[in-house]
């Protein structure tokens, strides 16, 4: 069965560094999702994706962060320079349409910025 | 505000007995409705989902939910819980706008434990 994948499954970063996490989504969707989870808190949507450009964002995706499809697989959310409360569990997720279609999570990339 | 409410944090159930857990929205069009489910470790799992049509909604695992549009809820049920369910319960929606259909918002969850 087809999943989406995270890499890495854990990331520790000195505050102040950049980070990249990857995800591959799964290969025919077309939409592509960031959210966040800090621990003990809600799951929080970032940002979605769609034919090479963000469709939608929130407050919390702000210029510290990015979104990039380099290549046919991959889905990468950039944070440029990190800071204490950037840690959370992120979550990439895929979904054929929009709307009510069914997105598909990874498992999860625990960053921990210390 | 427009927010997802899931007021139970732990539910604690036996194994065996019947699981309902609570979910109520506030948006001023129904928006569409999912439950997903997250085991330790794991990413999020779709249960179930409802847009429209029958407000008795089936989903995986032996999952069910409701619709109740006069309550603003959507509760998920389970007639006889298993150990392996064990896991947090996310209710979430997908606001009907203008723009943006796609972000899930999310309650807080339900933490579910199955006692022996």
């Known amino acids: 069965e087809p999943e989406v994948t995270q890499t890495p499954s854990h990331q520790v970063t000195q505050m102040g560094q950049e980070v990249i996490l990857r995800c591959v989504p799964i290969s025919n969707h077309l939409y592509f999702y960031w959210y966040r989870q800090i621990l003990g808190q809600k799951v929080e949507f970032l940002v979605s994706?769609?034919?090479?450009?963000?469709?939608?964002k929130s407050e919390i995706f702000d210029d510290q962060f990015s979104v990039e499809r380099p290549d046919g697989s991959n889905f990468t959310l950039k944070i440029r320079s990190t800071k204490l409360e950037d840690s959370a569990m992120y979550f990439c997720a895929s979904s054929e349409a929009e709307g009510g279609a069914e997105q598909f999570f990874g498992p999860g990339t625990r960053l921990t910025v210390l | 505000a427009q927010s997802v409410t899931q007021p139970d944090i732990h539910i604690t159930v036996s194994e065996g007995a019947s699981l309902e857990l609570r979910c109520n929205y506030s948006y001023g069009a129904t928006p569409y409705l999912f439950w997903y489910v997250q085991s330790p470790g794991q990413g999020l799992q779709l249960l179930l989902k409802?847009?429209?049509?029958?407000?008795l909604v089936q989903g995986i695992k032996g999952f069910e939910a409701e619709f109740k549009r006069s309550q603003s809820s959507f509760n998920l049920r389970k007639p006889s819980v298993h150990w392996s369910d064990a896991a947090e319960y996310f209710c979430a929606v997908v606001p009907l706008m203008n723009t943006g259909f796609q972000k899930l918002v999310f309650g807080t969850g339900t933490r579910l434990l199955v006692s022996p």
């Open positions: 409802y847009f429209s049509g029958d407000t």
């Open positions: 994706f769609y034919n090479n450009e963000i469709s939608e």
